[in-house]
Nanobody, 124 residues
Framework: QVQLVESGGGLVQTGGSLRLSCAASGRTFSNYAMGWFRQAPGKEREFVAA????????RYPGSVKGRFTISRDNAKNTVYLQMNSMKPEDTAVYYC?????????????????WGQGTQVTVSS
């Protein structure tokens, strides 16, 4: 069993930056690919970023590519999401997810564990 706890959400102005963190329990964090998803009110949960277990590969959708960066520190059992040049459409609850596979994925159903989410609000 893996428990994920997100932190770092909050209110930011358009063009600003935030850094989300996700701390994972367990001894096998370095064997898990990790991802970030977000869900805005009335919308489906969507893929934001993913990173492979050894951090060799990462993936982003076009909506955040060039603005967001996912990284991980396996020694600290933590994955990060650095968000720059933020826009009002980035407003959502952001979720961290773990996949019991070393390969990354951008598919929600391929993730096995989820955090409780952290609210990010971008004011215009």
């Amino acid at each position: 069993q893996v428990q994920l706890v997100e932190s770092g959400g909050g209110l930011v102005q358009t063009g600003g930056s935030l850094r989300l963190s996700c701390a994972a329990s367990g001894r096998t964090f370095s064997n898990y690919a990790m991802g970030w998803f977000r869900q805005a009110p009335g919308k489906e949960r969507e893929f934001v970023a993913a990173i492979s277990a050894r951090a060799l590969l990462s993936r982003y959708p076009g909506s955040v590519k060039g603005r967001f960066t996912i990284s991980r520190d396996n020694a600290k059992n933590t994955v990060y999401l650095q968000m720059n040049s933020m826009k009002p459409e980035d407003t959502a609850v952001y979720y961290c997810a773990a996949r019991t596979d070393t390969a990354l994925s951008d598919l929600r159903y391929e993730y096995d564990y989820w955090g409780q989410g952290t609210q990010v609000t971008v004011s215009s």
